[in-house]
């Protein structure tokens, strides 16, 4: 898998606000964690979640597109080009554009339980807290490949393991191996759809920006 083609600008515009809108925009918890899931929150906004008119075919492929931006936590512009990125690649878009995501250096940290969001663990790398085969990488973007090792600054060692504590019962998916003792993860395998604790259809997407 090529590093090279996606870059991250720390710079770019993001939404600052409230997280929990972003699920309720979208109608799913963007987040595996309890202000995320509440059903009360996923309430749709205004008197009784009313949504108005039904969503016609490009709303609905809208929709499901923004899921997976807010879940990985990327930009339109940068969404795109994971999305041309997949469609270049052999193989099936959907499935591709997916590993694409799940390979990101912040979504690893996610995966893994060694932060409690995706947000928090953007922060954790751009911050020079994370290493990558020895090497510190502070782009969240960065694209991990099968057999790096991630590992963390000692001085993080006491924050991230709080993050495991309040994350009891987290499952780490099979294409990563965890030491929790030693704070290290390996990539053993590219992520597969089966992995993901994700419930998106990448068809509508890739229909649409056809």
């Given at each position: 898998?090529?590093?090279?083609?996606?870059?991250?600008?720390?710079?770019?515009?993001?939404?600052?606000?409230?997280?929990?809108?972003?699920?309720?925009?979208?109608?799913?918890?963007?987040?595996?964690?309890?202000?995320?899931?509440?059903?009360?929150?996923?309430?749709?906004?205004?008197?009784?979640?009313?949504?108005?008119?039904?969503?016609?075919?490009?709303?609905?492929?809208?929709?499901?597109?923004?899921?997976?931006?807010?879940?990985?936590?990327?930009?339109?512009?940068?969404?795109?080009?994971?999305?041309?990125?997949?469609?270049?690649?052999?193989?099936?878009?959907?499935?591709?554009?997916?590993?694409?995501?799940?390979?990101?250096?912040?979504?690893?940290?996610?995966?893994?339980?060694?932060?409690?969001?995706?947000?928090?663990?953007?922060?954790?790398v751009?911050?020079?807290?994370?290493?990558?085969?020895?090497?510190?990488?502070?782009?969240?973007?960065?694209?991990?490949?099968?057999g790096?090792?991630?590992?963390?600054?000692?001085?993080?060692h006491?924050?991230?393991?709080?993050?495991?504590?309040?994350?009891?019962?987290?499952?780490?998916?099979?294409?990563?191996?965890?030491?929790?003792?030693?704070?290290?993860v390996?990539?053993?395998?590219?992520?597969?759809?089966d992995?993901?604790?994700f419930?998106?259809?990448?068809?509508?997407?890739?229909?649409?920006?056809?």
């Amino acid at each position: 898998m090529d590093r090279g083609p996606i870059q991250s600008d720390a710079r770019m515009a993001r939404y600052l606000g409230p997280k929990v809108k972003l699920s309720r925009r979208v109608g799913v918890p963007i987040a595996d964690i309890p202000k995320h899931t509440s059903k009360r929150q996923l309430n749709p906004p205004g008197q009784h979640g009313f949504r108005g008119r039904r969503p016609k075919d490009y709303g609905i492929r809208k929709d499901e597109k923004q899921k997976l931006r807010y879940h990985y936590n990327v930009m339109e512009k940068q969404f795109r080009r994971y999305v041309d990125e997949a469609t270049r690649r052999p193989g099936n878009t959907g499935e591709l554009l997916l590993q694409l995501l799940e390979c990101r250096l912040d979504n690893v940290l996610r995966r893994s339980g060694l932060t409690r969001t995706v947000w928090a663990a953007r922060q954790m790398v751009v911050h020079g807290h994370v290493l990558v085969n020895g090497k510190k990488v502070d782009r969240p973007s960065y694209a991990i490949k099968v057999g790096d090792e991630i590992t963390l600054r000692e001085r993080i060692h006491s924050l991230a393991r709080d993050n495991m504590e309040s994350l009891a019962g987290h499952m780490v998916p099979g294409w990563l191996s965890m030491n929790p003792a030693e704070l290290t993860v390996k990539v053993v395998a590219n992520p597969t759809s089966d992995q993901i604790p994700f419930d998106v259809n990448t068809n509508l997407i890739v229909e649409f920006y056809r």
